[in-house]
């Protein structure tokens, strides 16, 4: 397991010559055209090539990736948060209104910074989907600072020139959310190019999403392929919601830096509750090599959790969940308990949610600034005691009231 617009313009500015008009077609944006004054309207810093993780102790970059899997076209960008490959093909919008309003109104929103797009298209083609990909993370990073109270003027600007500072207040090592380099996402559509980069780049052997921690760079990825029979990723709905859940877990691993592991509860139903909010039809499960996830079909999460709420024994209480350390631990009925715990002490409000949250993460010995996970448990109770003014044994009597409360029957 785990990564200035005068600066974005002198970056796209250099980046651009060294491609020069070499380029194949294939990687020219028909959007921007490559031009630097428009890829900085749009918020790119550049189409590559830039770093992209480690592999032992060398850097690796989007350029070797290309190298190895050169049959393959990855269309790369690089925007404020993130640096992002995918290899989508053309998806025909289907003519159900809710995914042709969803996507019409994330094109619309598309338009104000890209030339050419139009809102009203039948067929997102592959630069579009990378177009799109981009927008979604960088509106998920702006929704997750929000909602986590801080902005990037809260975080080291230069990771090599952190100052342990007497009695500040620690943020990490880096500018993104505490994280010394930008979040990765790579996108694959088939299998077998996302296995020969799990081999190849990660020593991994596996068809399933897979979150990595690039330790030697300080940075979090998230790579997939939407071929899936277990996790089917082709709608472009479908592909948002998965993305929305992975690297919603990197931002909140890596807020205030990637140091330790919080308990698999908060992770998960933070994860669920993030792309439950995109749509509740796709739901990811994270599963540990050899435990497969217990998953169903159902969407109706909030009238299945009420009608499970009244037989406290088809689920673990929170007293034993808060503890787990390994999502083989979480059934399907406890995956809709997380998420809808989750949901609880987000309506509780803002404040006590980030109360919670800075008192789990970013915990570090004081004098040295060393991550300390030292009794993480103890930790997780005392902040919901401090946050939310109930224990951990009182915890299901109140999320269990508001439960009845707020979801609908049917």
């Not at 990073?141 to 500072?165: H, K, M, S």
């Not at 089917?232 to 859940?245: E, M, N, Q």
Request: proline share 7%.
């Amino acid at each position: 397991m785990r990564a200035l617009v005068i600066l974005l313009a002198g970056l796209c500015a250099a980046a651009l010559p060294a491609q020069g008009d070499k380029l194949p077609k294939w990687r020219i944006d028909p959007y921007t055209k490559n031009d630097p004054a428009a890829m900085q309207k749009a918020g790119y810093v550049s189409f590559g090539p830039f770093p992209f993780g480690n592999k032992a102790d060398n850097p690796v970059s989007s350029a070797d990736i290309d190298a190895a899997i050169e049959y393959v076209q990855i269309l790369w960008i690089e925007t404020a948060h993130f640096r992002i490959g995918t290899n989508l093909p053309a998806w025909p919008i289907p003519v159900d209104l809710e995914t042709r309003t969803k996507i019409r109104g994330e094109l619309t929103e598309l338009a104000e910074k890209l030339p050419g797009i139009n809102p009203k298209t039948r067929t997102l083609d592959p630069w579009l989907r990378a177009h799109l990909t981009a927008y979604r993370m960088e509106k998920l990073y702006a929704e997750t600072q929000e909602l986590f109270g801080v902005t990037d003027a809260d975080f080291p600007p230069d990771p090599d020139n952190v100052v342990l500072t007497p009695g500040a207040r620690y943020m990490g090592y880096g500018p993104y959310l505490g994280m010394k380099n930008k979040f990765l996402v790579l996108v694959f559509e088939k299998l077998g190019p996302f296995q020969q980069y799990m081999k190849g780049f990660l020593g991994r052997d596996s068809k399933h999403p897979q979150r990595w921690h690039f330790k030697e760079t300080g940075t979090l990825l998230i790579t997939l392929a939407t071929e899936s029979g277990e996790f089917p990723r082709k709608h472009d709905t479908a592909l948002h919601c998965s993305l929305a859940f992975n690297v919603s877990q990197n931002l909140l691993d890596g807020f205030r830096f990637y140091g330790y592991d919080l308990p698999v509860w908060i992770r998960e139903g933070w994860g669920h509750w993030v792309a439950r909010r995109v749509d509740i039809k796709y739901n990811d499960f994270d599963q540990n090599e050899g435990s497969i996830a217990d998953m169903k079909t159902t969407a109706k999460w909030a009238q299945y959790c009420r009608a499970m709420v009244a037989t406290p024994d088809k689920f673990a209480s929170f007293a034993e969940s808060y503890k787990w350390r390994d999502f083989g631990d979480i059934k399907f009925n406890d995956h809709v308990a997380v998420w809808s715990r989750v949901d609880w002490m987000m309506s509780q409000g803002p404040e006590k949610w980030r109360k919670f949250l800075f008192a789990v993460k970013g915990r570090v010995d004081p004098k040295t600034w060393a991550p300390d996970q030292t009794d993480l448990v103890g930790a997780m109770r005392d902040a919901i005691q401090d946050a939310y003014g109930v224990s951990v044994l009182q915890f299901d009597e109140k999320w269990i009231e508001w439960v009845k409360a707020t979801y609908p029957l049917q």
